[in-house]
């Protein structure tokens, strides 16, 4: 297998990971799952990863990546406070809400799975989307749209957009950026 046709094998697994962690569940999604979801024998996966945990950091390590790079290339275009702010909104939303394959929603709810080596690779990424984030609200605080605790308000705001999950519907009256939208309102000093 060429290098090239084994990135593209590995990025077909962290998908299909993604999907069947998100669907199923870490702990009930077997090897067999995995090689099925992607006309693989079992046993070869490990070429691909070594462990069925390293498999789930790379599907968390893409979910948060991939949003990190979002939320940067969108940033770049947003020019006021307000912007800003309602852009960091908007791209967790659509990326937790949309169709990212569930790599967002494992990462969040597959936590508890992995170990403590594991976790400090993923803190790293998380703390690189987070200090985003925290610029942006340090932005508007200064610009008097938010409250000044801005530190538990990035806590806040991101626990309760990551809640959305449990509770929105696609079918809905409403898309991801509509929501965003709404709950930004709530969080703007009036």
Known sequence: MTTQEE????AELITAASRLFKEQGYERTTVRDLAQAVGMQSGS??????TKEEMLVAVMAAGIGDLTDRLEDALAAAKTPLDRLRTVFRVHLDTLLGDDKGALSVL????P???????TELIKLRDAYERDWQQVLDEAAAAGLVHQDTRL???LLLGGLHWTIMWYRRDGSQSPSELADRMLDLVLKK
């Open 7 to 10: 990135k593209t094998r590995r």
């Open 45 to 50: 996966l490990f070429y691909h990863f070594r």
């Open 108 to 111: 969040l709810y597959e936590w």
């Open 113 to 119: 799975s992995l170990s403590d080596k594991a976790r």
């Open 153 to 155: 308000l990035r806590k």
